[in-house]
């Protein structure tokens, strides 16, 4: 499970921008960090969800537009109007900090590894732990 204590607020959404799921956003912190493949976190029916990004740009000096995967039309954007937009606290500190990469930073976006740490629930049987690690030693992760 995702922790509020580990994220930061980084903006809100604002509205929708056309009908293929686009939002609008003004945000706290600076578009850039955004990268497509990289992850925010949504308050989703009481718990905190992480979204990826297909695609952003910039609109105006502290505003985005975003794609989150699987939101496809401007009925499922219409749900993140008003919510918070979070990012990872300790990631986000790294990207501030200006030392990217050599700080752990990836700036090619999410990776297996970012998984790390969360916990997976399953809707019937209920928490099923927490991801220890990734086993990347065949092709086949």
């Not at 990826?52 to 740009?57: A, K, V």
């Not at 990872?88 to 297996?112: H, V």
């Amino acid at each position: 499970m995702i922790h509020l204590s580990s994220l930061t607020a980084a903006g809100t959404f604002t509205k929708t921008h056309g009908i293929h799921g686009e939002l609008n956003a003004t945000l706290a912190i600076e578009p850039e960090y955004f990268d497509e493949d990289s992850c925010f976190v949504c308050e989703t029916d009481g718990i905190l969800v992480p979204y990826f990004i297909e695609s952003w740009r910039p609109k105006g000096s502290k505003g985005i537009l975003i794609q989150p995967e699987d939101v496809k039309s401007e009925l499922q954007a219409k749900l993140f109007i008003g919510k918070t937009i979070y990012i990872n606290k300790e990631r986000y500190a790294r990207y501030e900090s200006g030392l990217g990469e050599d700080a752990g930073y990836d700036t090619d976006g999410a990776y297996a590894d970012d998984l790390v740490g969360f916990t997976v629930t399953d809707a019937d049987a209920g928490l099923l732990g927490e991801v220890a690690g990734i086993e990347d030693s065949t092709a086949n992760m």
